[in-house]
């Protein structure tokens, strides 16, 4: 689809089969190979081990489990759609940043592009190879460091989509220069974030392990170096970039089925599941290793967190946020 400007990824196929590199001596590929595989373990969980210690979560099966529940919940807060961004009739390059499982990658090019785009190609990248192997031929993904200079060409995808990133960039602002950089003229770049902050419109959330978790995971996030606070901040970074008509779209997302309508009872209760099944991988790296908080220490806070989650009367909700911008067309060379 696209030649890599510099050789800084490794494609899954090539990591499953390793005679489909052809271009690397078999030292250095197994070099690579180990630097990707050889996972780290600590406090019961997998982490990955390309860039190790650069991302909080880890990628063990119970990671990718609460992964695939929050693209249920995105897609339910969207109403069954994969995108907000305007892409037009035509859209052949995309490029899906942080893909996790590939869920999203993978339901994009069989649900919006099999009939209308049929050549269109679709990119995964990720430090973990947890995605599948076997996949359509216009579907890759490759392991890649977005914080680091991209390996593709100026002027490359029609969309790039970005989700679930919060805690993971250190310089936005670099990040960005590299989605305006990469992106065609006229093409969109759409982030999705959630917010860490537990807060209520009644005040139930006051006083509670709720109000502490946003207090503690700022802290963390601040401490480690890459803010959890995207989810109100992904806008401006694409203003400075360059990118035009950036439109914000917010949700207050429920976390438990205490709504009385139907649709945002559902929501909250696939919600509140995301925050059973995710608190101990989103907590228990950065207050351990970043915090140096005791692996026991975690484990009651995450049991007081449990129990909150539980509580009826807590009618807590989280702002998560659906952010896209444009970026300009080509203007025609003067005369």
């Avoid at 989103?282 to 140096?292: G, K």
Wanted: proline letters at 5%; one cysteine or more.
């Amino acid at each position: 689809m696209t030649v890599p400007r510099v050789n800084k990824f490794l494609s899954l196929a090539h990591l499953a089969d390793p005679n489909a590199n052809h271009l690397r001596c078999d030292r250095e590929f197994d070099s690579l190979r180990s630097s990707i595989y050889n996972y780290r373990y600590a406090n019961g969980r997998r982490y990955h081990a390309y860039h190790a210690g650069s991302y909080w979560g880890p990628n063990d099966e119970k990671a990718m489990e609460h992964l695939d529940i929050g693209h249920h919940l995105y897609t339910l807060l969207l109403e069954g759609k994969l995108h907000l961004a305007p892409l037009g009739d035509n859209t052949q390059n995309v490029l899906d940043v942080g893909t996790g499982t590939g869920i999203w990658a993978i339901l994009l090019l069989h649900r919006n592009f099999a009939d209308q785009n049929p050549s269109s190609n679709v990119i995964g990248t990720d430090l973990s190879p947890i995605q599948p192997t076997w996949v359509p031929p216009n579907l890759s993904f490759e392991i890649s460091d977005c914080c680091e200079e991209w390996p593709y060409n100026d002027d490359t995808f029609d969309f790039i989509h970005v989700r679930g990133m919060y805690g993971s960039v250190a310089d936005w602002d670099a990040f960005y220069k590299e989605v305006f950089r990469c992106l065609k003229p006229g093409g969109y770049v759409e982030q999705v974030e959630q917010s860490v902050v537990p807060k209520s419109f009644d005040g139930t959330t006051d006083g509670t392990i709720f109000e502490e978790w946003g207090k503690v995971s700022l802290e963390a996030g601040d401490a480690f170096g890459k803010s959890l606070r995207i989810v109100d901040e992904s806008g401006e970074f694409m203003r400075r970039a360059g990118l035009e008509s950036v439109t914000e779209k917010r949700f207050h997302c429920p976390v438990g089925n205490w709504p009385k309508d139907s649709r945002l009872k559902e929501v909250g209760s696939y919600n509140r599941l995301q925050w059973e099944e995710g608190i101990d991988g989103w907590s228990m790296m950065l207050l351990t290793s970043i915090l140096n908080w005791s692996r026991e220490e975690v484990e009651v806070y995450l049991a007081r967190m449990r129990t909150g989650l539980r509580t009826r009367g807590i009618h807590a909700y989280q702002d998560m946020t659906v952010v896209w911008g444009r970026k300009p067309e080509s203007k025609p060379e003067s005369s």
